[in-house]
């Protein structure tokens, strides 16, 4: 499902241009485009190159609008994974290069950033590839009015949770699960109480076990694995970046946690972080890949 989305409240620092979008006065269209081409979500932006070529490749001839031709510049920025960075460097695009249009997709930490610097500045800005959820509520958007610059497309986490659970009811399970979910706008928005996992998966009959947020970059999940065993969990889910999830997996393994169905969103959904796991990437699953974990285990 693809959403279309804007709201009005802006979270941390912002630069105010005091003047209207629309830099460029020449025949010359400047679009800004920010991802995590470095850093922890570096898998996310790993096709950048490729699929910039082609489109630049596609536009070589600029577009025509109205009888007039314009050319088409395409600048792009590395957020490096860090909200700061994806702030400073929309700033750049901004202000320096003065561009008509900003484009950004990865996690929140890129995505919010950027939006939140693109509505400040009154430039037009679209974003993908973060559930709704986090991108709308991690920016304190409200129902009753939406951002003026700023739109967002892709799924829901109500997409998700219900590809998860299609995948859960393929399995036998006592239906506890346990959540993995850290201190950060991913995590926050997939454990909320109102809009996120736990009111759907205790609405269609599964017990959940949370021990609450962790810190991103955790060295010991020992208390986590302790209360799923203690409770026990035969399913894990939750939304973490590859290296927690990386300790977490392999600190399961030497405490003698073996969950039948593991689920879980961002660590597993590219190539690279599955590759990097080996065998004991066999058998998790995610939203979207999930087959493929199962065939780099095997090839």
Same mark, same amino acid.
């Given at each position: 499902?693809?959403?279309?989305? $804007?709201?009005?409240?802006?979270? $941390?620092?912002?630069i105010s241009r005091g003047t209207t979008a629309g830099a460029?006065?020449?025949?010359?269209?400047?679009?800004?485009?920010?991802?995590?081409?470095?850093?922890?979500?570096?898998?996310?932006?790993?096709?950048?190159?490729?699929?910039?070529?082609?489109?630049?490749?596609?536009?070589? /001839?600029?577009?025509? /609008?109205? $009888?007039?031709?314009?050319?088409?510049?395409?600048?792009?920025?590395?957020?490096?994974?860090?909200?700061?960075?994806?702030?400073?460097?929309?700033? !750049?695009?901004?202000?320096?290069?003065?561009?008509?249009?900003?484009?950004?997709?990865?996690?929140?930490?890129?995505?919010?950033?950027?939006?939140?610097?693109?509505?400040? /500045? !009154?430039?037009?800005?679209?974003?993908?590839?973060?559930?709704?959820?986090?991108?709308?509520?991690?920016?304190?958007?409200?129902?009753?009015? $939406?951002?003026?610059?700023?739109?967002?497309?892709?799924?829901?986490?109500?997409?998700?949770?219900?590809?998860?659970?299609?995948?859960? !009811?393929?399995?036998?399970? /006592?239906?506890?699960?346990?959540?993995?979910?850290?201190?950060?706008?991913?995590?926050?928005?997939?454990?909320?109480?109102?809009?996120?996992?736990?009111?759907?998966?205790?609405?269609?009959?599964?017990?959940?076990?949370?021990?609450?947020?962790?810190?991103?970059?955790?060295?010991?999940?020992?208390?986590?694995?302790?209360?799923?065993?203690?409770?026990?969990? !035969?399913?894990?889910?939750?939304?973490?970046?590859?290296?927690?999830?990386?300790?977490?997996?392999?600190?399961?393994?030497?405490?003698?946690?073996?969950?039948?169905?593991?689920?879980?969103?961002?660590?597993?959904?590219?190539?690279?972080?599955?590759?990097?796991?080996?065998?004991?990437?066999?058998?998790?699953?995610?939203?979207?890949?999930?087959?493929?974990?199962?065939?780099?285990?095997?090839?």
């Amino acid at each position: 499902m693809i959403r279309l989305l $804007g709201a009005t409240a802006i979270t $941390g620092p912002v630069i105010s241009r005091g003047t209207t979008a629309g830099a460029a006065s020449s025949k010359v269209i400047k679009i800004g485009y920010v991802s995590s081409q470095t850093g922890v979500s570096a898998p996310a932006a790993q096709a950048d190159p490729f699929i910039l070529d082609q489109i630049r490749a596609g536009l070589a /001839n600029g577009i025509t /609008n109205g $009888g007039v031709n314009y050319e088409v510049q395409i600048i792009s920025k590395d957020s490096q994974s860090n909200t700061n960075r994806a702030s400073a460097v929309a700033t !750049e695009l901004i202000f320096k290069n003065k561009v008509d249009l900003l484009v950004t997709s990865d996690a929140p930490d890129t995505t919010n950033a950027v939006a939140d610097q693109a509505e400040a /500045n !009154e430039v037009p800005c679209i974003t993908c590839m973060t559930p709704w959820q986090p991108y709308f509520f991690g920016r304190h958007g409200t129902a009753d009015k $939406g951002f003026t610059w700023t739109y967002h497309f892709f799924w829901g986490l109500e997409d998700i949770i219900a590809a998860y659970l299609a995948l859960w !009811e393929s399995v036998e399970t /006592n239906k506890v699960v346990g959540n993995l979910f850290p201190n950060d706008m991913d995590g926050n928005s997939w454990a909320d109480a109102k809009s996120g996992f736990p009111p759907a998966l205790q609405e269609a009959g599964y017990k959940l076990i949370d021990t609450g947020r962790f810190q991103p970059f955790s060295d010991d999940f020992g208390s986590q694995i302790s209360a799923f065993k203690s409770g026990g969990v !035969e399913i894990v889910t939750g939304a973490i970046i590859t290296p927690d999830f990386t300790t977490f997996w392999n600190q399961a393994a030497q405490q003698g946690f073996k969950p039948k169905v593991v689920t879980v969103g961002k660590a597993l959904i590219f190539p690279a972080s599955i590759a990097a796991l080996g065998r004991r990437a066999d058998g998790l699953s995610t939203e979207i890949r999930g087959r493929q974990a199962i065939h780099l285990d095997r090839d």
